[in-house]
């Protein structure tokens, strides 16, 4: 399995970037997936998560309200529409997917980052 994350760049604070993940294969729809991050000095946290069919979905307080994670398995890929965006969101961004919702916090799977910078 291979993720591709796309869709970083640099915004001003309360702008809105948005971020896919393609993911090759034709299991997509089995595995939950989520978003992680990692900012400097930071260690990596999980942002958000949805389930293998979209009908559950997890997100970290700081983000409530300003981030949607979303799927199309269709497409083979993981969507996050970032908005109201905020200097303490930079970070890199990472893509991941695991066989189970219950062991989204330690995927099985990892894409490259993309960078996300918020300027003030």
């Known amino acids: 399995v291979q993720l591709q994350a796309s869709g970083g760049g640099l915004v001003q604070a309360g702008g809105s970037l948005r971020l896919s993940c393609a993911v090759s294969g034709r299991t997509f729809l089995t595995y939950a997936m989520g978003w992680f991050r990692q900012g400097p000095g930071t260690e990596r946290e999980i942002v958000t998560s949805?389930?293998?069919?979209?009908?559950?979905?997890y997100y970290t307080d700081s983000v409530k309200g300003r981030f949607t994670i979303s799927r199309d398995n269709a497409k083979n890929t993981l969507y996050l529409q970032m908005n109201s965006l905020k200097p303490e969101d930079t970070a890199i961004y990472y893509c991941?997917?695991?066989?189970?919702?219950?062991?989204?916090?330690?995927?099985?799977?990892w894409g490259q980052g993309t960078q996300v910078t918020v300027s003030s």
């Open positions: 991941a997917g695991s066989r189970s919702y219950s062991g989204i916090n330690n995927p099985d799977f």
């Open positions: 949805i389930n293998e069919r979209g009908r559950i979905t």
